[in-house]
């Protein structure tokens, strides 16, 4: 049995590792730089970040590396650069299962990006339609916030016309009765009817 196969059934078991000996932060950090000499983009990698173990590289490893030395804090870095470390490619190509599923995987990202990029686009459109909307209806509130002030007016106007329009028919009924008789002599009138 090989001393990694001890390791792991070790961890399984529960047992305690041996403790971890780190060299200084600019040791480790020269190591790690070594480690992901001719290492791309995309490729797998363990402990990119602190709480997830195996994640794809979104960015060149050296970002990475500087992100740790420059943000993290010094009782950090040594451990964080000892265990950020590539997957090499051999281990990954020998688990068919492994192989796979990440085809499987890397199928269905390509149909995310395509939604993703559709997406996108429908987007696009609808912000540029609401953006119209948004405009048509700051125009609709104000030729309608015009319509109310016209018609407050209106009703204004009216209710003036209305209050004329009363005083002229008494006005106009005061006249006829004042000149009927004079006009009209020996009427049978009676202030409803002409038959009596």
Not at 54 to 65: A, H, K, M, V
Not at 97 to 120: F, L, N, P, S, V
Request: hydrophobic share 35%.
């Amino acid at each position: 049995m090989n001393k990694k196969s001890r390791k792991s059934q070790k961890r399984r078991r529960g047992e305690k590792m041996p403790k971890l000996v780190l060299k200084s932060i600019e040791e480790e950090a020269a190591d790690c730089r070594k480690a992901f000499e001719g290492v791309e983009v995309g490729a797998l990698a363990f402990h990119c970040h602190h709480e997830i173990l195996l994640e794809r590289l979104s960015e060149i490893p050296e970002n990475r590396i500087t992100y740790i030395l420059s943000y993290k804090s010094g009782n950090e870095q040594a451990l964080r650069l000892r265990l950020f470390r590539p997957i090499p490619k051999e281990l990954i190509e020998r688990d068919a299962k492994w192989q796979e599923a990440y085809a499987k995987r890397q199928e269905a990202d390509a149909k995310w990006q395509e939604a993703y990029a559709k997406w996108q686009e429908a987007y696009a459109k609808w912000q540029e339609a609401y953006a119209k909307r948004q405009e048509a209806d700051a125009k609709w509130q104000e030729a309608y916030a015009k319509r109310q002030e016209a018609d407050a007016k209106w009703q204004e106007a009216d209710a003036k016309r209305q209050e004329a329009d009363a005083k002229w028919q008494e006005a106009y009924a005061k006249l006829g009765t004042m000149i009927h008789f004079d006009v009209c002599k020996n009427c049978p009138w009676d202030g409803k009817t002409i038959f009596v």
